[in-house]
């Protein structure tokens, strides 16, 4: 069994960087706080069921403001995620080695395919999403599937990716892609011409907007950054000051963990 990985309601195996052609499986637990809350009697039937009636964002709301209300109630659940999570890794001995990540609701698990996913009469472990490759840079977390092409990301804001889902995750897509289906010579030729062209400032304009506040960033000394939302009648090669430091080395540490 897991080492009380149970207990974390966030976790993530930094010691995994890239993990590729592999089944890796997310299980989450179905409407997972008002389940906890029911199954404990925290909450009655009745509006248990006045719950499943609402949208998720409003649920998710009613629940919020009740649990705010309510701090022993509050607690008495993030005790029962715990206790869930327990029984699941018990019940499918589940060792550390297994575990990717814990999401409070959610466990992502490598090559393992759990055979009891129903922890009770209101608690299930349904499997959520199948990804074959997975990888971890600077604890951004994305996730591919081979055989669908889906493509998620974990632990940058909703605002990144809206922005860069046709740049520079669409670039990590695509190497994650070319390199699940063995084509390491395209992917070593892929990031080499990309890198070349990203230090140039040769490619669209997006790309060089800074992965961890959304925006361009210029650094004129070391007490002086200006951050911008959007550039216009500027020119990439030509402006010294605008920083690609933290992309690029985003960039370099992706190289060393796809072609190491």
């Not at 008002?34 to 409003?58: A, C, F, G, R, W």
């Not at 632990?155 to 897509?173: M, N, P, T």
């Amino acid at each position: 069994m897991a080492k009380k990985l149970f207990e974390k309601h966030n976790f993530l195996n930094k010691d995994i960087k890239y993990i590729k052609n592999s089944v890796i499986n997310e299980y989450d637990m179905q409407n997972a706080g008002p389940s906890i809350l029911l199954h404990n009697e925290l909450i009655s039937q009745k509006e248990y069921n006045k719950l499943m009636k609402m949208d998720k964002h409003t649920r998710s709301v009613v629940v919020g403001k009740f649990l705010r209300k309510n701090p022993d109630i509050s607690e008495a659940l993030m005790e029962g995620f715990v206790e869930m999570r327990k029984e699941f890794f018990e019940l499918n001995e589940i060792e550390d080695i297994d575990v990717l990540s814990v999401k409070k609701d959610a466990i992502f698990l490598i090559n393992t395919i759990p055979k009891v996913t129903r922890m009770n009469e209101h608690c299930l472990f349904r499997l959520k999403n199948e990804y074959t490759s997975y990888l971890n840079i600077r604890n951004k977390e994305f996730y591919y599937n081979d055989l669908t092409g889906q493509f998620d990301v974990k632990g940058l804001s909703k605002e990144v990716v809206e922005s860069q889902k046709d740049y520079f995750l669409k670039f990590i897509e695509e190497c994650m892609k070319l390199d699940s289906q063995g084509k390491k010579d395209e992917l070593f030729i892929k990031f080499l011409e990309f890198k070349n062209s990203y230090i140039e400032k040769d490619l669209d304009t997006e790309f060089y907007r800074d992965l961890s506040v959304n925006k361009f960033v210029f650094s004129y000394n070391e007490k002086y950054v200006l951050t911008l939302d959007n550039l216009k009648n500027i020119s990439l090669k030509e402006d010294k000051y605008l920083s690609i430091n933290n992309n690029l080395n985003f960039l370099l540490e992706m190289i060393s963990d796809m072609l190491s």
